[in-house]
Structures are given as structure tokens and as C-alpha cells.
């Protein structure tokens, strides 16, 4: 699978005279930061300079959640949706990434240990100019829904806390807003497409155990009841993902994450 992926890009990369942005998209847990990894280490052994970017990196910090759930709605407060991200950085940082002069990028990190930003010490100093953005993440290119399908509720979360619709469609405009434009910088997009929303929570409890926790200063695991909330806020928009498949070329994976059936879903030459 990492060779067509290459392949596409090296197709995407034809006549650029900037670095290009490549979209990689998945459910939690479906293998979309490894498989990220492993094209960033191919790429980078070809002579690219690469910069891998994770949205996950950008959520706001755990004071401007707090913030956003005071302002807006009290789910905020938790991490995941589009709302939860700084926007603003994530423009900013591509904006350095991209330019052609030579000067030294930091890309921020969070720590899910913790639920907040890393001190800006542990922050990666990548220098510029480079060839390639790798950006993944859970909703990287995802659109905004119709209307009317924000009426129904899709879970327990959103009909006993959001009863009123206030937050989904908080959601539903930041992806169609700020999220939008900066989505539209993408010049590739790839989408690891689950097939379906049931086998994410097996993955996420997978990620949940292999987080590293340092006694005293991390929070402790999530209970299976916690975790089930959490995910509950992450549903609706992995659903309509799974649905849309807002995505170049589209590759279904099965609940090993293997790799089923490469569906582009336009021409390159």
C-alpha cells in the first residue's frame, strides 16, 4: 500500500514549485499515524524533506477548552471535534513550512497523557525550505454535513447533553469555516476507511493501553465507560467520513487494518 501511496505523490508533486501538502485521514486507531511514519521514513530516504504533522498536535490547550465550554457548550471541554484545534496555529504553521527561505520551524505537540499542550521544549525544530507536509489526523478533510442531518441525534451523548443541537452545530460550522480553508491547502488527500463505527472503540482501547504514563504526573487509563463517552463525542463525524469518503483516492481497511480495495477517486497523471 505505501508504494501506490508514493506513487500518488510523486504524481501529486509534478510541476510544484512549493512544498505540497498531503491529507491522510483515518477513524482513531485505524493506522493512520504509522502509516504516516513509514511514508515519512520512505520519502525522507528518497532525499525529500519531509514534515509530518499531526492535527492531534494542534488541540487547544486544556484553559482554552475550559474557555470554549463556558462560552459555547460544555462539551468543548473535551478534546476531538473541530472547535478543539487552534486553527490559527495550524495556518501559521503551514505558512512557515511552506515558505522557500531557510529558517527553523517548531511544531507544536500534545501530550494526551496529560490532555494538554507539551511545553515547547519537547516541540520538533524541523528547518525549512522542504518538500512535503505530511498532515493526518482523525477529521484531516472532512466536510461539513447537510443541515438537516444534524437534526437527530446519533448517540446517548448527543441526545442527553445536546439535546438542543448547540454543539453539533457548533461542530458542523467550525468544519465548514476555519477547518475548510484550511483543508483546502491540501493538495492529495488519503482516507484509511474503516467499515464502521463499531470496531473504532476496540482500536481506541488498544491506543487508550499503549499510551505511556508516568506515575504522578499522567492521568490514569480511561475506564471502558469513560472511553465509551469520549468516543461518543468523535461518532457523528466519523460516520459521515466513513459515508462521504471526502478523500482523492479512498483505501478500505479491515479490522486488522489491512488494506481491502484502492478506490481513487480522481485521475493522476
Known amino acids: 500500500m505505501d508504494a501506490r501511496i508514493i506513487a500518488a505523490i510523486d504524481a501529486a508533486r509534478t510541476g510544484a514549485d512549493r512544498a505540497i501538502v498531503v491529507g491522510l485521514c483515518g477513524a482513531q486507531g485505524s493506522g493512520k499515524s504509522t502509516t504516516a511514519r513509514r511514508l515519512a521514513d520512505a520519502l525522507s530516504a528518497r532525499g525529500l524533506k519531509v514534515a509530518l504533522l499531526s492535527l492531534d498536535d494542534f488541540y487547544l490547550t486544556q484553559v482554552e477548552r475550559r474557555r470554549l465550554a463556558e462560552r459555547v457548550h460544555p462539551l468543548f471541554v473535551t ?45 520538533e525544530i524541523v528547518d525549512t525550505p522542504i518538500d512535503i507536509i505530511l498532515f493526518e489526523g482523525w477529521c484531516v478533510g472532512a466536510r461539513a454535513q447537510p443541515e438537516q442531518d444534524l437534526i437527530d441525534p446519533v448517540n446517548d451523548l448527543e441526545r442527553l447533553e445536546d439535546a438542543s443541537g448547540i454543539w453539533r452545530r457548533y461542530v458542523n460550522t467550525a468544519l465548514d469555516d476555519a477547518y475548510g480553508r484550511l483543508f483546502s491547502r491540501i493538495d492529495i488527500q488519503f482516507l484509511l476507511r474503516a467499515q464502521g463505527f463499531e470496531q473504532v472503540l476496540h482500536w481506541r482501547r488498544e491506543q487508550e493501553n499503549r499510551l505511556e504514563r508516568v506515575p504522578g504526573h499522567s492521568l490514569p487509563p480511561l475506564s471502558d465507560a469513560q472511553l465509551q463517552r469520549f468516543i461518543d463525542h468523535y ?11 471526502p478523500a482523492d483516492i479512498v483505501i478500505d481497511i479491515d479490522a486488522t487494518r489491512r488494506p481491502l480495495l484502492w478506490r481513487p477517486t480522481r485521475a493522476f497523471s
Open 79 to 123: 478534546r476531538g471535534v473541530p472547535g478543539t484545534h487552534d486553527v490559527s496555529l495550524m495556518q501559521e504553521t503551514f505558512d512557515r513550512l511552506t515558505r522557500q527561505d531557510a529558517s527553523r520551524v517548531a511544531l507544536p505537540r500534545f501530550d494526551k497523557t496529560i490532555d494538554d499542550r507539551a511545553s515547547h521544549h519537547v516541540w
Open 235 to 245: 461518532e457523528r463525524l466519523t460516520r459521515w467520513i466513513i459515508a462521504d469518503q
